[in-house]
């Protein structure tokens, strides 16, 4: 049996992470549930994912709407006391260098740096947030992370980007290259991180041991995960999000709502 909590884990972050597993796990075990004594963080994602044994694991809202729903039990969405934003949701922050234009549209043909194409934040909330102003990203470059977004424009091999206000958050707290950048607008909000369990899980002890858990967090832990709570939102309010079509698609097919 496996946890795993990769969506927000980082060096900075490695030890809350690894506290509230530990109050989660212990909240879990008074549950008669079992529950390994350590988070896995050697294990490709998609594997983490699709392990039939995951106990708790985290996922974005696009690989969970388009490939997982019915492969995974959704536990409860992690509420990070975004501002303006309802709980359980996020937002995508559109960042650009420091010095650039702010008129999202005047970006259409500059390049456009993604984590990855199965990121809601990243790929899809983006777009459709273009698609609604009426222009499309015509140059894209795929970075493999978000941090690694903000490097490449901040040295100039891209022009902007879309992180989740999260990850941003923790970025600016840690990561130079943020730092030369600001914000210019955002996307609309969406349903955030979800917990999960292997399919055929009973939700209610593990929504139960993450309120435990969240509540028994030393303040310090809190403050470096930004983890406030967790929410129940429907599995159908994932899959209702659209989802535009992936880098090379043909644009025509984007849905806009």
Request: some cysteine.
């Amino acid at each position: 049996m496996i946890a795993a909590l990769p969506m927000y884990d980082r060096p900075e972050n490695a030890a809350a992470h690894d506290t509230f597993w530990a109050l989660t796990r212990d909240a879990l075990r008074a549950e008669g549930v079992a529950a390994p004594d350590t988070l896995t963080r050697d294990m490709d994602i998609w594997q983490g994912w699709q392990h039939p044994q995951l106990v708790l694991g985290q996922i974005c809202g696009l690989p969970l709407r388009a490939r997982l729903h019915d492969r995974l039990t959704l536990i409860a969405t992690a509420d990070y006391g975004l501002e303006d934003t309802p709980p359980g949701h996020y937002r995508s922050l559109f960042v650009v260098r420091a010095g650039d234009s702010t008129d999202l549209p005047a970006y259409a043909d500059r390049v456009f740096a993604y984590n990855e194409a199965l990121s809601h934040s990243g790929w899809a909330a983006p777009q459709l947030a273009a698609a609604k102003l009426g222009f499309r990203f015509r140059r894209t470059r795929a970075t493999g992370a978000h941090r690694q977004s903000a490097i490449e424009i901040a040295e100039g091999r891209a022009d902007i980007a879309a992180i989740d206000a999260i990850s941003w958050r923790a970025m600016l707290r840690h990561d130079p290259a943020a730092r030369a950048l600001r914000v210019i607008g955002h996307t609309g909000a969406a349903p955030g991180q979800a917990f999960v369990a292997a399919k055929g899980t009973d939700p209610a002890p593990h929504r139960r041991a993450l309120r435990t858990a969240i509540a028994a967090l030393p303040p310090a832990d809190r403050a470096a995960l930004g983890v406030t709570g967790v929410i129940r939102i429907p599995l159908s309010a994932y899959i209702g999000v659209p989802t535009p079509p992936g880098p090379g698609h043909d644009p025509a097919d984007m849905p806009v709502s």
